[in-house]
């Protein structure tokens, strides 16, 4: 049966759009090619991240040292065990709160990878070895991210690791390079701050998250250095790698000549499209010079049936951002006039360092 709507991806964009198209009366799918439901978003970024970032300000006691003092903490020694253990239970019951969510409003959920047969029909590959394709009117294109490596680095998910590998570290590293002053990047740097690691911000621009207003970003700059945080800002890596048996085994090189070293590199320098399996060339789907899909203020793509929504577009790849052009995308999708008429006007930030920034504009 030909459906009205198609989402590829089932994080907060995807949910978004779904959902409301679903409110407006439309026959909807959701294709997810995990075996859970939530994307990145539930189950490697932001709900991991943001549980992650409270049990660490929970059990380091960093909230009421301003009180008790800054030898205060609710448990020495934290093990990694102690942080990821209220992150499984939190993402095992916002799974079930999406799947229940997509139930609710008849959202028929597919779990399946996806590609482009043409602009209007889709493949849905499931493993069994049984191809299925179905028709649609329009299509939301939201299958997010995977963090960015670099192919002459040899991650190992412990000592070179990536945003993605955090929630399987086995231990809590003494000292920490975070390559990269993005959100991610410093969003971790100020968590692990927090719980005592030694952290030096590794970035080539002169500045911590520039996109925010300047007064802000010097307040968070300052109150990370007064967490012991080493700023290596306008400073370009030319090389990491692990030298063994080393006390501080990880290497970072830098261009200018220095040479850091910490137990752990975390490679936070941005987050690339998940796109290659899709066969966007099939729908005549335009990408842009960085291989990103290419939109309009409507978030329709150079097809006007197909739209690209979350952290697919990139910047400013938030999931408070996603879910807004999630909701524009189906309101245009079906005609439904919005109060901006030349997008979705003010866009709501939530980055959650330590401590926490909330933006609109």
């Not at 995807?14 to 959701?30: D, P, S, W």
């Not at 975070?178 to 410093?186: Q, T």
């Amino acid at each position: 049966m030909k459906h009205d709507l198609v989402v590829i991806g089932s994080g907060p964009s995807g949910q978004r759009a779904a959902i409301v198209a679903a409110k407006l009366g439309k026959r909807v799918a959701v294709i997810e090619r995990r075996r859970v439901v939530g994307g990145v978003c539930v189950n490697t970024g932001t709900i991991p991240s943001k549980t992650f970032r409270e049990a660490v300000l929970h059990l380091s006691g960093f909230r009421e040292r301003g009180i008790y003092g800054s030898s205060y903490a609710v448990k020495h020694d934290i093990q990694i065990g102690d942080l990821l253990f209220r992150v499984e239970q939190v993402i095992r019951a916002e799974i079930d709160v999406i799947r229940n969510q997509l139930a609710r409003n008849r959202v028929e959920l597919i779990e399946a990878a996806a590609s482009f047969v043409d602009a209007h029909r889709v493949r849905l590959d499931d493993g069994s070895g049984d191809e299925r394709i179905i028709d649609a009117d329009r299509v939301v294109i939201a299958c997010g991210t995977h963090a960015t490596r670099d192919p002459h680095i040899e991650f190992d998910g412990q000592r070179i690791l990536v945003s993605d590998d955090i929630l399987q570290l086995r231990e809590v590293p003494r000292s920490l390079i975070v390559i990269g002053a993005g959100v991610i990047g410093v969003e971790y740097a100020t968590m692990f701050a927090a719980l005592g690691v030694r952290v030096t911000i590794v970035d080539k621009r002169p500045t911590l998250l520039p996109f925010l207003d300047h007064e802000i970003a010097a307040a968070l700059t300052y109150i990370a250095q007064q967490n012991r945080i080493t700023m290596r800002l306008g400073e370009e890596v030319a090389g990491v790698q692990v030298v063994e048996g080393a006390p501080a085994p990880v290497e970072v090189r830098l261009k200018s000549g220095k040479a850091l070293h910490a137990q752990a590199a975390l490679y936070a320098i941005g987050r690339t499209g998940a796109i290659a399996d899709l066969a966007l060339e099939k729908a005549g789907v335009a990408l842009d010079t960085k291989g990103r899909i290419t939109i309009n203020q409507h978030f329709q793509t150079s097809v006007p049936t197909i739209y690209a929504v979350g952290d697919v577009v990139g910047f400013p790849s938030l999931a408070s951002t996603g879910m807004e052009q999630g909701r524009a995308a189906a309101h245009h999708a079906f005609g439904v006039r919005e109060e901006h008429e030349h997008g979705i006007g003010l866009f709501p930030y939530g980055i959650y360092t330590v401590p926490e920034i909330s933006t609109i504009g």
